[in-house]
């Protein structure tokens, strides 16, 4: 298995665009999270997903940002409109259920809005 | 409220000297505790959790449960240890909290 992958790796992009990170999680994989990594916070989960299906979002900084998970290989995080102090790591993670299963992470996608 | 405290946001220290990274915890349940590391363009990977016992890379972790701590050691330092470390605690459910983490620097 490759692991998790994620995509783009690196985005540039200017204030007010549009915004969309891939994730594909492990195959067999139920959990499936998403995780902004900033110098200042550290790694703060977004939103999390079981068995496709969005439990929950309380992470989520704002309207700008949405999250799907349309099967259980494929998911995605969009910012829109997006805004500089969006610019940060966004990891995609998955796991085999939870609680004491390891977390499988990412590259990570590197995003910086001017 | 659920949180992980890592005191440190750098820590240098000598090839070969002893290396203790910080990690306390706040949660009333049974935590299960572990300890991801991130090399230099590398992606977030587990390093070790609380419930194997095992030393991984010659670090250990002891979970003190009187202390709320799991602080991670090494007796001697490489390296190739150099990364940034990230404490978690999970609550059983899909809640993983991590600490803001430690940037080890290992200096020759």
């Known amino acids: 298995d490759a692991g998790v992958i994620q995509s783009p790796r690196h985005e540039v992009t200017e204030m007010g665009q549009e915004v969309t990170l891939r994730c594909k999680p492990i195959?067999?994989?139920?959990?499936l999270f998403w995780y902004r990594q900033t110098m200042m916070r550290g790694l703060e989960l977004l939103i999390y997903?079981?068995?496709?299906?969005?439990?929950?979002d309380s992470g989520m900084p704002e309207d700008r940002f949405s999250a799907k998970m349309p099967n259980a290989s494929f998911s995605t995080l969009k910012i829109q409109p997006s805004e500089p102090r969006d610019s940060a790591v966004y990891f995609c993670?998955?796991?085999?259920?939870?609680?004491?299963?390891?977390?499988?992470f990412g590259a990570g996608s590197r995003l910086t809005v001017l | 409220a659920q949180r992980v405290t890592q005191p440190e946001k750098l820590l240098s220290v000598f090839k070969g000297a002893p290396v203790e990274l910080k990690c306390n915890y706040s949660y009333s349940g049974s935590p299960e505790l572990f300890w991801y590391v991130q090399y230099s363009r590398q992606r977030l990977q587990l390093l070790l959790r609380?419930?194997s016992r095992e030393s991984i890379k010659g670090f250990t972790a002891d979970l003190n449960k009187g202390e709320t701590s799991f602080h991670l050691k090494k007796p001697f330092a490489q390296e190739e240890d150099s990364a940034m470390y990230y404490c978690?605690?999970?609550?059983?459910?899909?809640?993983?909290?991590f600490g803001t983490g430690t940037r080890l620097k290992v200096l020759a």
């Open positions: 997903f079981n068995n496709n299906v969005p439990i929950d």
């Open positions: 609380h419930i």
């Open positions: 978690a605690l999970s609550t059983g459910t899909y809640k993983y909290i």
């Open positions: 195959s067999g994989h139920n959990s």
């Open positions: 993670a998955s796991a085999d259920g939870v609680g004491a299963n390891v977390l499988t």
